[in-house]
């Protein structure tokens, strides 16, 4: 089972905070512009870190197949026989490195980063291409 890590979340609650406090600081002071840059971004880290409370096991494993989180904050089974291809996306650009699950089912793909499985993308990869065969 592989999860958000809370800090995460909390830092994610913690903007959510400070931005809609923004916008209540420049909604008295009058200024319009940091009212409407502050709102959205309260809603925007609000909502991320409500699905972050709902949803924080991003993907699961058992001896059936994986479950995943769909959408918001909904769940599906995919079947291992399901599963064509699980592979991690690298790529290196201003001196970074990133990684990226990709678990192909045909009909979608799923995609987790470091920060949704909380820990290493490659990891999780190998752990899951042990399960699976």
Same mark, same amino acid.
């Given at each position: 089972?592989? /999860? #958000?890590? /809370?800090?995460?979340? #909390?830092?994610?609650?913690?903007?959510?905070?400070? $931005?809609? =406090?923004?916008?209540?600081?420049?909604?008295? %002071?009058? *200024?319009?512009?940091?009212?409407?840059?502050?709102?959205?971004?309260?809603?925007?880290?609000?909502?991320?870190?409500?699905?972050?409370?709902?949803?924080? #096991? /991003?993907?699961?494993? *058992? %001896?059936? =197949?994986?479950?995943?989180?769909? =959408?918001?904050?909904?769940?599906?089974?995919?079947?291992?026989?399901?599963?064509?291809?699980?592979? #991690? *996306?690298?790529?290196?650009?201003?001196?970074?490195?990133?990684?990226?699950?990709?678990?192909?089912?045909? *009909?979608?793909?799923?995609?987790? $980063?470091?920060? &949704?499985?909380?820990? $290493?993308?490659? &990891?999780?990869?190998?752990?899951?291409?042990?399960? =699976?065969?």
């Amino acid at each position: 089972m592989w /999860r #958000v890590r /809370r800090e995460l979340a #909390v830092f994610k609650i913690l903007g959510a905070l400070v $931005s809609a =406090g923004l916008a209540i600081f420049w909604w008295f %002071e009058g *200024d319009v512009r940091g009212v409407i840059l502050a709102v959205p971004a309260a809603v925007l880290i609000g909502a991320m870190a409500l699905r972050d409370l709902i949803a924080p #096991v /991003r993907l699961a494993a *058992d %001896e059936s =197949g994986i479950t995943v989180v769909h =959408g918001f904050a909904g769940r599906r089974h995919v079947p291992w026989a399901a599963i064509w291809d699980i592979k #991690v *996306d690298v790529r290196r650009r201003w001196g970074l490195r990133s990684e990226m699950l990709e678990i192909d089912t045909g *009909d979608n793909l799923h995609l987790f $980063s470091p920060h &949704e499985l909380g820990t $290493s993308p490659t &990891e999780v990869a190998a752990a899951l291409r042990r399960r =699976g065969t």
